[in-house]
């Protein structure tokens, strides 16, 4: 999904600042990451000489060698590559959904920033990419940068990271995508360690969560007044689910839709996550939430049980643990109080 977001980050249950996320959950970069980047590492797994073959979006990618010049079109995808400490392998990036994580700060502005959203073909072009990363299929759409099959022809590899443009996607999806980058830049033991890493750190939260008899129901809020967009049957859905909750349109076989608002008080919600994003603010939206009248006898509204969700954290990547956390702290807070 393509949006036009904001950069003002609120929160409402304990939800603390991704500074402080990070420090708590623990995410880090892989033990064999420093900061001369990955062009200063030897290659690990799949030897530079050897051909590695990937099945992405449909086709199969042969790649002779790792790539040398990579740009990356959204900003999952943007923070997979920093996590696996290829920025020195990176020549251009495009497209943040907001601020990019305090822990790759300075690998990421190293890095050319070629568009605030998707760049045009002839920016690209320009940066003499050798490989395009995008997290949407959008982003090799008529919007986007041109599709797969004709940057092919124009001698460019490309990768579309298939979580993100799957029906009903898991955490393994996304760690499969991961392993993928890994071994297409042959650094495969990197990317083991990153989700091996980030495996972990779901660990420790659900363990705090311990068994949940009866999860709590939630309604993930989009946007829109008249009807809202809402989560279905995505990624969201798995993330709430894991920190204890069932998101009440998990039944819709679609990824976002729009609902109307006498169907969410049907599914009466306990719990209401806020996506962050877009022209409205966090504030905007909590309010309208907590002053809509049909809305008013819902145990969510009721209590005010409404946790802010970033859209990054949203996303199919290395943010698992963090939105993790955030949703079960949100939705749990006495579980976490020690």
Not at 44 to 62: C, F, L
Not at 152 to 180: R, W
Request: with cysteine; proline share 4%.
């Amino acid at each position: 999904m393509n949006r036009k977001f904001n950069w003002k980050k609120m929160s409402i249950i304990g939800v603390c600042a991704i500074t402080m996320l990070l420090a708590a959950c623990g995410v880090n970069q892989p033990a064999n990451q420093n900061s001369q980047g990955a062009g200063s590492q030897s290659l690990s797994g799949q030897e530079s000489g050897q051909s590695v073959v990937i099945q992405n979006n449909g086709r199969e990618i042969r790649f002779d060698k790792a790539p040398e010049r990579a740009v990356t079109l959204n900003q999952h995808v943007t923070e997979v590559m920093l996590a696996l400490g290829l920025e020195a392998k990176m020549v251009g990036t495009a497209y943040l959904d907001d601020a990019i994580l305090p822990i790759y700060e300075e690998a990421y502005e190293k890095i050319p920033v070629l568009s605030d959203k998707y760049p045009s073909k002839e920016v690209l072009a320009a940066a003499d990419p050798d490989f395009v990363y995008s997290g949407w299929k959008s982003g090799f759409g008529d919007e986007g940068v041109g599709s797969m099959e004709e940057l092919e022809q124009a001698g460019i590899q490309s990768y579309l990271h298939m979580s993100s443009n799957m029906s009903a996607p898991t955490t393994e999806d996304v760690f499969t995508d991961i392993l993928n980058i890994g071994k297409i830049f042959r650094i495969e033991d990197r990317s083991e360690a990153l989700i091996s890493s980030m495996k972990r750190e779901m660990e420790q939260i659900t363990d705090k969560l311990g068994q949940i008899d009866k999860p709590l129901t939630v309604f993930v809020y989009d946007s829109g007044e008249d009807q809202p967009l809402t989560a279905a049957n995505n990624y969201m859905t798995t993330l709430i689910a894991q920190a204890g909750g069932t998101n009440i349109f998990s039944d819709v076989d679609k990824g976002w839709t729009t609902v109307s608002w006498e169907e969410v008080v049907n599914r009466n919600p306990e719990v209401i996550v806020i996506v962050d994003y877009g022209d409205k603010t966090v504030e905007q939206k909590r309010n309208m939430l907590l002053h809509k009248a049909e809305l008013a006898d819902l145990p969510a509204i009721k209590e005010q049980k409404l946790i802010v969700l970033p859209l990054s954290a949203a996303a199919e990547g290395v943010r698992a643990p963090i939105a993790l956390k955030i949703l079960a702290e949100g939705m749990y807070p006495e579980k976490f109080m020690n």
